[in-house]
């Protein structure tokens, strides 16, 4: 299959690209394709022994983002980003109540979601259309949060631009408060995989939350949200010779 290049000097095929980028997050694996680049650069013979960019990606121990498994840790994540902004807070609570990816959220305007039941948009990876139900709660938090606002403004602007939080800020803001209420394995993809291990864990219909997801198999989904290594970890936890 032919390779993309991801860097001057990183190649990999796209079913490699999206599969790593389900697994860690955007952020995250443009860092390290950059970090495998600038290596390369640095070391040209490291080049010649390099056979697979994508394993030499997985083998420098990249971190996994992971989504957050207990209600507990939801809450202190909502209380520290409300304690410093309610936009970072409301950014939060959509993340993991619609199962959007980030990139679909920061560019939503008031309008998106003023008076609606559903969010409608175009996504920004695939670009397949997507309508997503409003849950009830989400409603009036959205109401609350759009009050007195205009109906094009931006849902997350920057504070220094009337432009939309951009992925490394979003990125940034999240993973402070992540990291000061103890949550490890932390990216923006962690929203999305919230959503999609409490969708699973209360519904346990990987169909559904596959066809929510758009992945092609529901070994992807499971695996996606964690639920294949939660299952691995269960069977060794008491497993002893």
Request: aromatic residues 10%.
């Given at each position: ?84 902004s309610y936009r970072n ?141 939660d299952i ?10």
């Open positions: 299959m032919e390779k993309i290049s991801y860097g001057d000097h990183v190649f990999l095929t796209n079913g490699q690209y999206i599969y790593l980028l389900d697994k860690y997050g955007e952020y995250e694996l443009n860092r390290k394709i950059d970090q495998l680049n600038r290596s390369k650069i640095k070391n040209p013979e490291r080049k010649e022994t390099i056979k697979s960019d994508y394993h030499a990606i997985i083998s420098k121990g990249m971190q996994t983002v992971q989504p957050i498994r207990d209600r507990f840790l939801i809450h202190a994540m909502k209380e520290e980003l409300r304690r410093h807070y409301f950014l939060f609570v959509m993340g993991i109540n619609t199962g959007l990816r980030i990139s679909d959220l920061l560019p939503l305007r008031v309008s998106d979601v003023s008076h609606k039941t559903h969010i409608v948009l175009k996504e920004t990876k695939t670009r397949k259309s997507k309508r997503f139900l409003i849950n009830v709660e989400l409603r009036k938090t959205i109401a609350e949060y759009i009050e007195g606002k205009d109906e094009e403004e931006y849902l997350f602007p920057s504070y220094k631009t009337d432009l939309p939080l951009q992925r490394v800020q979003a990125y940034k803001i999240l993973n402070k408060a992540a990291n000061n209420v103890g949550i490890t394995e932390f990216g923006t993809h962690s929203l999305r995989k919230t959503f999609g291990f409490w969708h699973y864990t209360i519904n346990k219909n990987v169909a559904l939350l596959q066809h929510i997801f758009n992945h092609t198999s529901p070994d992807i989904t499971l695996r996606y949200i964690g639920i294949n290594q691995v970890d269960q069977s060794l936890e008491h497993f002893s010779l």
